[in-house]
């Protein structure tokens, strides 16, 4: 099967898009047509279609414009809102994971029939890792704050 | 999450707007304002219909794709070079559609399926009754049915064609070749 390209194929395809084929277009593009095979399969195969595409066009069954646009906010909307849920989701997770470890950490240096000096040793040794603990507790919930207070203020 | 409502009560009280709160009201504005849309889904609607009734042979699937469509083209945003690329943009969603549609149907290749899959049964005798060229269609692969009416029915060049199916240009240009044979040979 060979691709031949005729060089009034341009016209043809402009005569059938234009709804001129074949009455309104000339007699000798017409001749043309009749012998060319490549441009008669254009003719044929564009007519047909241009056809039935004026067909369809007028059986359309077209909704309204504001059904569309009304459903494509509501999924952007949900789209804005999974996006903030997923950073929200991981900072609690992250914060309940802080909240245990400083528990473990308070059971342990609160186990009961140590020596107070040897208390007072491990929570001046722990202090430090409390003070991160506490820190990282009042960041996340600054950063769950903010993006509470967006998701509110978009919703 | 119960704390939320909590915050929300702080929110009440007199927070301010926040950058975060820009950013996402910015998320959540659509590409196109709902006059500009009104007035390119009343041009293009029927078009984007015709092509997946005739593609697919069901009037109640085009209903509902020809929808989808038209949403997706909204929320993944418009592209900003005019209408005629808005346009054949929502031709690409609309074909890609059809594809998913196949796809979840007989979950296979696409081009290896038999014809008469993709032909589907209108109840209502409808569409398929009045349709011109709707034995010739069913004949094709969903490939070439697709390509011969962006071709043909739209007007789309190789070029566009290539871009909206998804294929290269030279690919394109043969199989494009042998289905206006297949159909010339058919409608003769």
Redesign the interface.
């Known amino acids: 099967?060979t691709?031949r390209v005729c060089e009034r194929e341009s016209e043809v395809l402009a005569a059938?898009?234009g709804g001129m084929w074949p009455t309104g277009c000339a007699e000798e593009l017409r001749v043309h047509v009749g012998g060319c095979a490549k441009c008669?399969?254009?003719a044929?195969?564009?007519a047909?279609?241009?056809?039935?595409?004026a067909?369809?066009?007028m059986?359309?069954?077209?909704?309204s414009?504001?059904?569309?646009?009304w459903?494509?906010?509501v999924?952007?909307?949900q789209?804005?809102m999974e996006?903030?849920a997923r950073p929200?989701w991981g900072a609690?997770m992250f914060a309940l994971a802080v909240a245990l470890v400083m528990l473990v950490v308070a059971g342990v240096v609160w186990v009961p029939g140590l020596q107070w000096d040897a208390v007072w040793a491990m929570v001046s040794g722990s202090a430090v890792l409390l003070c991160v603990a506490a820190g990282v507790v009042v960041m996340v919930g600054v950063v769950?704050?903010?993006?509470?207070?967006?998701?509110?203020?978009?919703g | 999450?119960t704390w939320?409502n909590a915050?929300?009560g702080?929110?009440a009280a007199g927070?301010g707007?926040?950058q975060?709160?820009k950013?996402?009201?910015a998320?959540?504005?659509?590409p196109m304002d709902?006059e500009a849309?009104?007035g390119f889904?009343?041009r293009s609607?029927?078009?984007v219909?015709?092509y997946l009734?005739?593609v697919s042979g069901d009037?109640a699937l085009a209903?509902d794709l020809?929808?989808e469509a038209?949403?997706r083209f909204?929320?993944a945003g418009a592209p900003e070079e005019g209408e005629v690329a808005c346009r054949r943009y929502l031709f690409r969603i609309a074909t890609n559609l059809l594809r998913d549609h196949w796809r979840g149907t007989k979950a296979s290749s696409m081009e290896g399926m038999a014809e008469e899959l993709f032909v589907a049964v209108d109840v209502s005798g409808?569409?398929e009754a009045?349709?011109?060229?709707g034995p010739?269609?069913a004949r094709l692969k969903p490939r070439e049915r697709e390509i011969?009416?962006l071709a043909?029915?739209?007007?789309y060049s190789h070029k566009e064609i290539a871009e909206i199916v998804g294929v290269g240009s030279p690919s394109l240009?043969?199989m494009l070749?042998?289905a206006?044979?297949k159909?010339?040979e058919m409608?003769?």
């Not at chain 1, 059986?59 to 909704?63: D, L, M």
């Open positions: 099967m691709m059938v898009r008669g399969e254009l044929v195969v564009g047909a279609f241009q056809a039935e595409r067909a369809a066009v059986e359309a069954r077209v909704g414009a504001g059904v569309v646009w459903r494509a906010q999924r952007r909307r789209a804005a996006a903030v929200m609690q769950g704050l903010s993006l509470a207070l967006g998701r509110e203020d978009r | 999450m939320l915050i929300s702080i929110r927070a707007d926040t975060a709160a950013a996402l009201r998320a959540c504005e659509l709902s849309f009104a889904y009343e609607a029927r078009g219909w015709a009734a005739r009037a209903d020809m929808q038209f949403v909204l929320v409808g569409v009045r349709m011109v060229l010739a269609l011969l009416w043909h029915a739209e007007g240009r043969l070749f042998r206006r044979r159909m010339a409608l003769r």
